[in-house]
Nanobody, 115 residues
Framework: QVQLVESGGGLVQPGGSLRLSCAAS????????MGWYRQGPGKQREWVAI???????NYEDSVKGRFTISRDNAENTLSLEMNSLKPEDTAVYYC?????????WGQGTQVTVSA
């Protein structure tokens, strides 16, 4: 089994930055792909970013140029650097990853963007 635990959420002003982390049990080199999702107030869960097995990354259109997904294999951590944050980025952010062909999810971390 794989356990994923998100951290780093909080309250930030519009235009500010946050770095989310997802700590995985075991080596993340065996968890692939990995990504981030979010669910805003009154909205459905949506995909945000993905780290693919060939080393490439992809982003949802609204976060392109502002968010960066990355892996730290030494720390077994997936990160999401979020810059130029907007109120519409407010959501619970979830980490996910595939291990042995099955998806695993973290509990989520709250990000609130407000003045």
């Amino acid at each position: 089994q794989v356990q994923l635990v998100e951290s780093g959420g909080g309250l930030v002003q519009p235009g500010g930055s946050l770095r989310l982390s997802c700590a995985a049990s075991g080596s993340i080199v065996s968890i692939d792909p990995m990504g981030w999702y979010r669910q805003g107030p009154g909205k459905q869960r949506e995909w945000v970013a993905i780290s693919i097995s060939d080393g490439s990354t992809n982003y949802e259109d609204s976060v392109k140029g502002r968010f960066t997904i990355s892996r730290d294999n030494a720390e077994n951590t997936l990160s999401l650097e979020m810059n130029s944050l907007k109120p519409e980025d407010t959501a619970v952010y979830y980490c996910n990853g595939y291990w042995r062909g099955r998806p695993y999810w973290g509990q989520g971390t709250q990000v609130t963007v407000s003045a």
